[in-house]
């Protein structure tokens, strides 16, 4: 499995953005596909996922309302689309897939950089 990240930059404060994440490698049936994200000094987090059958998808409270994850069965692709930007959404994002709800994440992308200035 491959999962190559992308879309990541700089923007300020209330801005938005669009994170995408290209897998390849296999069918992703039963997968739940996930975004986490790493800041400085800081330990990954858990940011969204979503189910690649059924599209159930889940956040992380600090992304609540802000964030929606999606997913393109057809494109093979997991977008993260990222609305009214805080400083603190500052970090390096990865996207992840785990073979179940029940699974832990053990396939994991590159990571793509996302800095908001105040």
């Known amino acids: 499995v491959q999962l190559q990240a992308s879309g990541g930059g700089l923007v300020q404060a209330g801005d938005s953005l669009r994170l995408s994440c290209a897998a390849s490698?296999?069918?992703?049936?039963?997968?739940?596909m996930g975004w986490f994200r790493q800041a400085p000094g800081k330990e990954r987090e858990f940011v969204a996922s979503?189910?690649?059958?059924?599209?159930?998808?889940n956040y992380a409270d600090s992304v609540k309302g802000r964030f929606t994850i999606s997913r393109d069965r057809a494109k093979n692709t997991v977008d993260l689309q990222m609305n009214t930007l805080r400083p603190e959404d500052t970090a390096v994002y990865y996207c992840?897939?785990?073979?179940?709800?029940?699974?832990?994440?053990?396939?994991w992308g590159q990571g793509t950089q996302v800095t908001v200035s105040s």
């Open positions: 979503v189910t690649w059958n059924l599209g159930t998808a």
């Open positions: 992840a897939a785990a073979r179940s709800l029940s699974s832990n994440y053990i396939f």
């Open positions: 490698g296999r069918t992703f049936t039963n997968y739940n």
